[in-house]
């Protein structure tokens, strides 16, 4: 009596050793979403290794994406083609001192200024190119200390203000040798400290601003151009008086011109622009003004 057997159907006539078949390359099912893919029947998966290291350099081993994403190569192990201090993962070093972010010289105030535009001028030359060229010689000598010239110039200047007002002059010239020169030294001597003072306002007005010049430099230059500015008003005042009308023209020039000088001198010592220097020359020269242009003081 034929029987059937069961559980066996048309594609039992395989050997037990034949593996079961495939589908096509190409005709693959994906699988779930969130589920790692299957090994390939017949054996344990196989890693695939590039044959030249076209990623990383290295031949290192390529991450496939089983969703169709581009291989990932694995970072190289040390400095390759490419490799710099700054890649993520990576640190930099610096040396001591070393600013990591600075983007080259920056301008501080109070900083060193760089190098002189040019040698120490002697002091004939130095007054000569405050009134000639008076732009170049400021910048030349910003770095310079010139307290000879300054303190001497003003004492001299100061000694012959006292002629410049006509209540000083009458009582320096009626009065006696004994006490002429005492009037005269005292003079002097004031306005010594008279332009100390003032060029130091002046120096700290432009620090404040910004700026980034020396103060020596600063304060004897500034008392510089006080005393050559004025000259020329002093010398008409001495024998016309201070109240002529050509030493008052005389004075509003001369305090115009020497307006001009100090922003320039503060503009070149302290690398400031025109207002800001102008500004910070603005105390002094309303001082000026008040005590050697108009004598209110």
Not at 128 to 153: E, K, N, S
Not at 237 to 254: C, H, I, K, P, R
Request: proline residues 11%; charged residues 10%; aromatic residues 10%.
């Amino acid at each position: 009596m034929a029987g059937f057997r069961i559980g066996r159907g048309r594609d039992n006539n395989r050997s037990p050793q034949q593996p079961p078949r495939q589908q096509p390359y190409g005709q693959q099912q994906p699988p779930p979403y969130g589920q790692q893919p299957y090994p390939p029947a017949g054996g344990p998966p196989q890693q695939q290794w590039p044959q030249q290291a076209a990623a990383g350099g290295h031949g290192e081993p390529e991450y496939f994406d089983p969703y169709g994403q581009q291989p990932q190569a694995q970072p190289p192990y040390g400095p390759g083609p490419g490799y710099t201090n700054d890649n993520p993962g990576h640190t930099q070093v610096f040396a001591f001192g070393e600013d990591p972010y600075s983007q080259g010289a920056t301008y501080q105030a109070g900083a060193a200024s760089a190098a002189p535009a040019g040698p120490r001028l002697p002091w004939k030359e130095l007054l000569r190119g405050i009134v000639t060229r008076p732009g170049q010689t400021f910048l030349q000598m910003r770095d310079y200390a010139v307290w000879g010239p300054a303190l001497t110039v003003t004492f001299l200047y100061g000694l012959l203000a006292v002629f410049g007002f006509d209540d000083a002059r009458e009582d320096a010239i009626n009065a006696t040798l004994s006490k002429a020169v005492p009037i005269v030294l005292s003079a002097g001597v004031a306005f010594v400290i008279c332009g100390l003072l003032l060029g130091a306002v002046t120096h700290t007005l432009a620090r404040q601003l910004g700026g980034d010049g020396a103060w020596q430099p600063t304060v004897g230059l500034s008392m510089l151009v006080m005393s050559v500015t004025d000259a020329p008003r002093l010398l008409f005042a001495v024998f016309l008086g201070g109240d002529n009308m050509v030493v008052q023209v005389l004075g509003w020039a001369t305090w115009v011109a020497a307006g001009a000088l100090f922003t320039s001198l503060i503009s070149k010592s302290h690398d400031l622009p025109w207002p800001k220097a102008l500004g910070a020359s603005a105390i002094q020269l309303i001082a000026l003004l008040s005590i050697i242009k108009l004598g209110t003081l």
